[in-house]
């Protein structure tokens, strides 16, 4: 099973290392990190997604809890959650195909952030699985470079990933 | 007031109350060293070996209950505290240990003895500090110390660069901590202390397992008021030696791989475990699959982390030992009270008969057995306020069967990490923490080549410890391993070729050495070491042929115990 696990951290060097430190340890394999500041400068927030059975989860969980440094740890459910990623495509586009990958660009409410005379760079944003989905469509016309960013997420409505 | 950063450490380990560092200097250590020279509050011990500093300060820290502390330079003087604070880590044990580090603008160029150990150790520590502004000094150590000491304890490092040692200050005395993510757990949740105690009352063949959270959390009175209060057989693990007196008749001993018959079978047979402080680690529980079959759990720990960690728990208790076994006693005292009968009665006849059948016994032609001397050992220090430490391997298991260690914090061994040198380390740390107590420390002639240079520590400061070495001649524990499960072939656990002559090296260090051969010899010679009151090594020279047993093979389930050492036994190697 794929978790999205949410953790606000105190801001302060070594707290990455400690956190995915954890994670090797116990044999688990981080998909996605991504770090950034929150609302308050003294915490950020890492949301992690890592393929582990339930129980594996919970224990992972429980012993990020222990780190010193480690606030709270919530495991995001995809139906309470808000989640987003980012990411950039390197694409080749000839004059005979551009017109194509413009309009995929489009549909899926992308971005052209650059533009060279055989390739674009397309920005798009949204659920892991639109990010996919758009990767599908292009990887035809040759996806030369990808970056994306890894899942961020919120939990939905008046629940604070603290509660 | 203004001071340089070393002088701060050392007033903040004074506020801490720190009485005893184990440490060793170094370069970019002089500048703390310097100042604790002139503290009248604090007594540095110069060890012969930094390893033997970790694990001083963790025994210190078993003996009375105080945080450890030690103290090493950067690069090999930290990296040699690693094992210790590995091991403090691994039997929870509260310690703070303290390392120099290059030159804050030097670190990461591979500078003169730079060695990352805040990064070697982040597996090993519940917390480390890397010192990044000399000004917080004060606050750091304060807070290491409460980290240490608090929640499930543990080790916590301080990397201290030289030039924050050197740096002038403004010394704060009453810093304030910062720790918005540090809520350990205390007091446990009310609900569920009336949900165990209901189902004690609905059990029938209920018993504690007790571990080392019990003797942490200095539970062990409240634990043997529960034991007696509801009558249910106690079995504790090596961490938990103490948590009742060994000699009570419901103790039953050291359950898990070398433990008890009974205490095997009573688990097997269980349909209630009251896990007390106890982490059900693979010694206890062998196969995960087969342990305590028909049983439902109470767990009580002060971790959450450890709830449902290895089994599921029914009824599960977060909080300290004491303050819930206190609630408990009180929850359920009342009810216990109005029973008209023992509803575990028949239980106990059952148990009975275990003890009966497989008591707790080795087997004497007249040779001079490791069990026989144990024995001895405990008969000569059962009515003394006395000590036990070990080493790691046989004798270290035949000292859990047949020393019954009657008080908490008198029986100290490594647990987790199964750390061989342990042995006169822990002596030392003991009896520097305890120095009414008499220390022994049994040990295996392995275990104690592996730190034997720290007999000059016992010497420098007059620490009468008694280093009983069980001499087999043998790495014993794994030539036990080797003999049952890998065809009798005895593959570089052979210590004859070398083996120094203990008598001399006794003398070399300025200890008086005793040589035992025969069964006759042991008291006198025992009774002969705790009157010198010197550091005495006694070495009893044993047959190489003796297994620990009961055994439970690796992998196998407690049911698949062997009870006693297979006949024939002779013909070694
Ligand atoms: C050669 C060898 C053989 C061994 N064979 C055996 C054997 O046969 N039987 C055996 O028992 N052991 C054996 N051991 C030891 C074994 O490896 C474990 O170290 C031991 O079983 C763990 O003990 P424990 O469960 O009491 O946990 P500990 O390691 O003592 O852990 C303490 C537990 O208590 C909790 N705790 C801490 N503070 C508190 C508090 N204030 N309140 C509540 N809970 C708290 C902690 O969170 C933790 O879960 C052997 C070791 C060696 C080296
Ligand atoms: C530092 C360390 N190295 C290796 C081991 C593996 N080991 C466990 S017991 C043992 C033999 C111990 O021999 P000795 O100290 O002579 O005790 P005995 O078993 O003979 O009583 C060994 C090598 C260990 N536990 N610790």
Redo the contacts between chains.
Sequence with gaps: MRHTVSALVENKPGVLVRIAGLFARRGFNIESLAVGPTEKPSISRMTIVVDVADRPLEQVSKQLNKLINVLKVSDLKASEAVERELSLFKVSAKPETRAEVVEIVDIFRAKIVDASRDELIIEATGTEDKIAAIENMLAPYGIREMSRTGKIALARGGRKTED | MKMTGAKALVKSLENEGVKHIFGYPGGRLISVHHELHESKKIQHLLMRHEQVAAHAADAYARATGKVGVCMATSGPGATNLVTGIANAYMDSIPMVAITAQVGSMDIGTDAFQEADI??IT??IV???Y?V?DATEIPRIVKEAFF?ASTG?PGPVLIDLPSDMSMSQIEYDPDPEMS????KPTFKGNNRQVKAAAKMILASQRPVIYAGGGVILSNAAPELTKLAHVTRIPTTTTLMGKGAIPEDDELSLGMLGMHGTAYANHAISNSDLIIAIGARFDDRVTGKLSTFAPHAKYIHIDV???EI??NVKVDVPIVGDAKQIVAALVKEIKDDMAKLEKLPWAPWHDQIVAWKKKHPLTYKSEGELLPQYVIEQIYEATKNLDAVITTGVGQHQMWAAQFVKTLKPRTFISSGGLGTMGFGVPSALGAQVGRPEAVVFDIDGDGSFQMVSQDMATATAYDLPINICILNNQWLGMVRQWQELFWDKRYAYTDLTPGMPDFMKLAEAYGAQGIRITKPAEVMPAIKRAIKSKRPCILEFVITGEQGVFPMVPPGKGLQDMIYEQPEPQKGGS
């Design positions: 805040t990064g982040l597996p519940k917390h480390s890397l990044k980290i499930r720790l918005p993510g540090y971790d959450p982390a449902g960690k």
